[in-house]
């Protein structure tokens, strides 16, 4: 099993990134998913969950900022962040819902 996220970067506070999680070593289109980030010196926050029809739900402090998708076809899963906020700052992690399977992370830092 693999899970390579990718996409992250620095941003100005109001600005955008995409992020994609390409997975391998399981059935895709079955499995739901969820996107995580972990600040510094805080506790680990689910920011997503995407299950496997595409439903999501977002947790209140990105809900209408970010949008989780996926496709099925080339077994990637997306998080387009929009008025991004320095509070944004984290790593961000995608995960396999209800396993210990993670991808490495990817930095997202939001400063002017």
């Known amino acids: 099993v693999l899970l390579v996220e990718s996409g992250g970067g620095l941003v100005q506070p109001g600005g955008s990134l995409r992020l994609s999680c390409a997975v391998s070593?399981?059935?895709?289109?079955?499995?739901?998913m969820r996107w995580v980030r972990q600040a510094p010196g805080k506790e680990r926050e689910q920011v997503v969950y995407?299950?496997?029809?595409?439903?999501?739900v977002y947790a209140p402090s990105v809900k209408g900022r970010f949008t989780a998708s996926r496709d099925n076809a080339q077994n990637t899963v997306y998080l387009q962040m929009n008025s991004l906020k320095p509070e944004d700052t984290a790593v961000y992690y995608c995960n396999k819902w209800g396993t210990d399977y993670w991808g490495q992370g990817t930095q997202v830092t939001v400063s002017s």
């Open positions: 070593g399981f059935t895709f289109s079955s499995a739901h």
């Open positions: 995407i299950d496997s029809d595409g439903t999501t």
